[in-house]
């Protein structure tokens, strides 16, 4: 279950390398082990470097164990094999129209050019069994891309990831919390990190360092600075998002782009805390409020929902679907812990949905009868010759805030940018810590954005040799 506490301070600063020098050395530092800096890892050391990945949690999981682990990818043998036709070009298009044009194409166009090598590199290199999400479309694409393993759990994604650096014997230093970047100019010469169980602290060099640290959604003073709209929302993520990366960043003088882009989400169990799949809605389920009434146009996306639900009474609101699309939702793990927790309503008529839910029936009955088939509806959604029928499903949902997707402003390797334009010799940055692709705000994010950036990113930074 996310938490809704986003108090937690970032307390890092930089300065000159250690006169007496550092406790150890490696070729590459990777601060964060989430999906990016694992991905970093194993790509690094494929490639024949030492690496060292500092992790401040006791296991690795991040943000990327709270998610569905879904990776969206084009031109995949996966995608062919089941007979769609995709491409990279198509893909960044689709990219950059959610995000209206706001991001930098030369990022967008790496992004979408080796979204494919990575998902079959991860299959063939390290034997992780993805598959293809060939049973329902997400907004904003034109084709299903997006890649998942059974479970369709982020859990079972950073599991894999783990297990696979594992196997190649990759030293993942747990309770260390990077505190001090050390750098000389342009320069990182290494980084000192607090071990946690003992308070000690130890110092790293190396020849380059990645910021795979994720974001800043769980620091309440930069969420309220920087996307006030969203400020009220249930936390989903990590709880050691603090914005780290960013902070360094501004001490170094490095460029950052777009601190009011993010990811919501609202859809989310309440208040169970369950991520609760948007297959749900866009398979032809709808949202009403707390009157029992509809009150946008579903089909904008989840991230998009966020704020929708959050300005209805309460910040509540009823995901209502029937046994059709629940079907397809089991697919999901989170799905089905909701449904054995209890957070899944089933019923056979309106009126005992509508008693279920406490909701009054005859604007619960108007807002599912109402619902068009083969047409547009009031708010200019359009469903299929599919509608509705008992026995109804229904959850009861808020909105949240999942991570940020503005950061350091990189390359397409992931290589950071200093505010005079010049680019830092050895300082990658990727997953939430760099600025990624969804434009300036929420409306911006096409699903799977966040990994997506993890992994490409991750993977490109960790193949530089410095």
């Known amino acids: 279950m996310a938490s809704d506490t986003r ?6 600063n930089v300065s000159p390398a250690p006169v007496g020098g550092f406790d150890i050395e490696t070729d590459t530092l990777i601060i964060g082990a989430g999906a990016c800096g694992l991905v970093a890892a194993l790509a ?4 024949g470097q030492s690496v060292v990945v500092v992790e401040a949690d006791a296991v690795p999981s991040g943000s990327t164990a709270l998610s569905a682990g879904l990776i969206p990818a084009a031109n995949t043998r996966l995608q062919r094999a089941a007979g769609i036709e995709d491409s990279a070009e198509q893909f960044a298009t689709d990219i950059q129209n959610k995000a209206h044009n706001e991001n930098s194409q030369a990022l967008v166009g790496a992004l979408a050019s080796g979204s494919a090598e990575v998902i079959e590199w991860l299959i063939d ?10 049973d329902f479309d997400y907004p904003g694409h034109t084709h299903r891309r997006m890649h998942g393993l059974p479970s369709r759990s982020g859990s079972e994604l950073i599991n894999a990831l783990r297990t696979a650096c594992e196997k190649q014997d990759i030293d993942i230093i747990c309770n260390r919390r990077a505190s001090t970047i050390h750098y000389e100019g342009l320069l990182i010469k290494g980084v000192s990190v607090n071990n946690s169980v003992d308070q000690s602290m130890e110092s790293i060099g190396c020849n380059k360092v990645i910021l795979a640290c994720n974001g800043f959604g769980g620091n309440r003073d930069r969420v309220r ?4 709209e969203i400020e009220s929302a249930l936390w989903f993520g990590h709880s050691g998002n603090v914005g780290d990366a960013i902070s360094w960043g501004e001490q170094l003088g490095a460029s950052v782009k777009h601190l009011g882009a993010f990811q919501g989400h609202g859809n989310v169990a309440h208040p169970h805390g369950i991520l609760i799949t948007w297959a749900v809605i866009t398979q032809g389920g ?3 409020n707390n009157n029992g009434m509809r009150f946008w146009d579903e089909s904008q996306g989840y991230s998009e929902a966020a704020r929708a639900v959050l300005s209805q009474p309460d910040g509540i609101a009823f995901a209502v679907f029937d046994e059709r699309i629940a079907h397809v ?3 999901f793990e989170d799905f089905k812990q909701a449904e054995q927790v209890g957070a899944v309503v089933v019923a056979d008529t309106i009126d005992e949905l509508s008693d279920k839910l406490n909701l009054p029936v005859e604007p619960v009955r108007s807002s599912l009868q109402g619902i068009p088939v083969n047409g547009s509806d009031e708010f200019g959604r359009t469903f299929g010759d599919t509608p509705l029928v008992p026995p109804y499903h229904a959850v009861r949902v808020t909105g949240a805030l999942f991570h940020t997707q503005g950061g350091l402003d990189v390359n397409e390797i992931g290589q950071v940018y200093h505010n005079d334009g010049e680019l830092f010799p050895n300082l990658f940055a990727g997953g939430g810590a760099a600025c990624g692709v969804s434009g300036k705000a929420d409306s911006g994010y096409l699903s799977g954005n966040g990994l997506l950036s993890a992994l490409v990113l991750g993977y490109r930074a960790g193949l530089v040799s410095c």
């Open 286 to 288: 709808v949202q009403v």
């Open 125 to 134: 290199q390290h034997g992780l069994p993805f598959s293809l999400v060939d």
């Open 44 to 47: 690094a050391v494929q490639h």
């Open 329 to 331: 939702a089991r697919q």
């Open 7 to 12: 108090v937690m301070m970032s307390k890092v």
């Open 225 to 228: 600075e920087h996307m006030p």
